[in-house]
């Protein structure tokens, strides 16, 4: 059985780096043709992806996001992680990762998300 499960800080303060993790279970991140993605809600808001690391280590990136956010990973723990750079109170959100088949729209798996708040 997949699973994935974050964890942070819970808070944040504005133009902090925010770090996350993801660690996965039941699925190496290595396995072929699988992406691992980091998707976030803010209040009010709808789901946006902000980036996703593949099974061969490389990354992509939401345009809107791309310039303060890094997605990598330690295969050796079977975790993968997201930065997010200068943070300010837009940020608060319920941060998510997921995985699915690679070039798939929908999700096969999720965590249960961890509450990120920014505020000073």
């Known amino acids: 059985q997949v699973q994935l499960q974050e964890s942070g800080p819970g808070l944040a303060k504005p133009s902090q780096t925010l770090s996350l993790t993801c660690a996965v279970s039941?699925?190496?991140?290595?396995?072929?043709?699988?992406?691992w993605d980091w998707i976030r809600q803010s209040p009010g808001k709808g789901l946006e992806w902000m980036g996703e690391i593949i099974y061969n280590g490389a990354t992509y990136y939401s345009p809107s996001q791309r310039s303060r956010t890094s997605i990598s990973r330690d295969t050796s723990k079977n975790q993968f992680f997201l930065q997010l750079s200068s943070v300010t109170p837009d940020d608060t959100a319920v941060y998510f990762c997921?995985?699915?088949?690679?070039?798939?729209?929908?999700?096969?798996?999720w965590g249960q998300g961890t509450q990120v708040t920014v505020s000073s």
């Open positions: 997921a995985s699915r088949v690679e070039g798939d729209y929908e999700y096969d798996h």
């Open positions: 039941g699925r190496s991140i290595t396995s072929k043709h699988y992406s």
